[in-house]
């Protein structure tokens, strides 16, 4: 894990059981701790003051776009240039892969443009059915003809938990027409070309799409 890269926390009250959700970033490190910036509080975006000896568990994105996952504990205050938290760093394997780099794919609407490469249609806006790291299917009304192996430029806004938007660009191709019913199609794209950075966010979003899911059947 390097410099950047943001953590998801999660911290059981010992009273209650509720579990909390944070999210940080690594701000510094060395041989034996991750120093974080204080982390906020993914539904009431207050930031979190964690008493030394708390224990959490860390989720974070590898470099493969896989999900991992750990168990630490707040070792102390640092004194930086901002206001800081030392957690231990987990030998290698404590570290548990809980997600397949296969992309795991999430029904969800999200606001998607999409825009021709090749000038074949129109540009115009719909809604995704489902997305993942590797592509999305899209709602496309009938009167909008696209055929197989076309190409196609999307943009789509993500609505992530701490109630920020991130952009994502990529550039993708046609690879199924599916007919739903008599107004529209299902259309799956599938990504040619996109960043690394905008491949995370997707498979972050997805991730807090998946926990969400968890959380709702345990009440």
């Given at each position: 894990?390097?410099?950047?890269?943001?953590?998801?926390?999660?911290?059981?009250e010992?009273k209650?059981?509720?579990?909390?959700?944070?999210?940080?970033?690594?701000?510094?490190?060395?041989?034996k701790?991750?120093?974080?910036?204080?982390?906020?509080?993914?539904?009431?975006?207050?930031?979190?003051?964690?008493?030394?000896?708390?224990?959490?568990?860390?989720?974070?994105?590898?470099?493969?776009?896989?999900?991992?996952?750990?168990?630490?504990?707040?070792?102390?205050?640092?004194?930086?240039?901002?206001?800081?938290?030392?957690?231990?760093?987990?030998?290698?394997?404590d570290?548990k892969?809980?997600?397949?780099?296969?992309?795991?794919?999430?029904e969800?609407?999200?606001?998607?443009?999409?825009?021709?490469?090749?000038?074949?249609?129109?540009?115009?806006?719909?809604?995704?059915?489902?997305?993942?790291?590797?592509?999305?299917?899209?709602?496309?009304?009938?009167n909008?003809?696209?055929?197989?192996n076309?190409?196609?430029?999307?943009?789509?806004?993500?609505?992530?938990?701490?109630?920020?938007y991130?952009?994502?660009?990529?550039?993708?191709?046609?690879?199924?027409?599916?007919?739903?019913?008599?107004?529209?199609?299902?259309?799956?794209?599938?990504?040619?070309?996109?960043?690394?950075?905008?491949?995370?966010?997707?498979?972050?979003?997805?991730?807090?799409?998946?926990?969400?899911?968890?959380?709702?059947?345990?009440?």
């Amino acid at each position: 894990m390097k410099i950047g890269t943001v953590l998801n926390l999660e911290i059981r009250e010992a009273k209650t059981g509720e579990i909390h959700e944070y999210h940080c970033k690594i701000v510094e490190k060395n041989k034996k701790y991750f120093m974080i910036d204080y982390p906020i509080h993914s539904k009431t975006k207050r930031t979190a003051h964690l008493k030394k000896g708390t224990f959490i568990s860390v989720t974070f994105i590898g470099n493969d776009q896989a999900i991992y996952q750990f168990t630490s504990k707040i070792a102390d205050k640092v004194k930086m240039n901002i206001p800081a938290l030392a957690i231990t760093i987990p030998e290698n394997e404590d570290i548990k892969r809980i997600q397949r780099r296969e992309y795991v794919r999430i029904e969800t609407s999200v606001d998607i443009a999409v825009h021709s490469a090749d000038k074949l249609f129109a540009p115009f806006t719909t809604v995704t059915s489902d997305i993942s790291g590797g592509g999305m299917a899209i709602v496309v009304p009938k009167n909008i003809q696209l055929e197989i192996n076309s190409k196609a430029d999307v943009w789509l806004p993500l609505p992530m938990q701490n109630s920020e938007y991130h952009y994502v660009y990529g550039q993708t191709e046609i690879v199924l027409i599916r007919e739903v019913n008599n107004r529209v199609n299902l259309v799956s794209l599938k990504f040619n070309s996109i960043g690394q950075a905008d491949r995370q966010k997707i498979v972050r979003f997805c991730f807090e799409k998946q926990r969400e899911a968890r959380q709702k059947e345990r009440i």
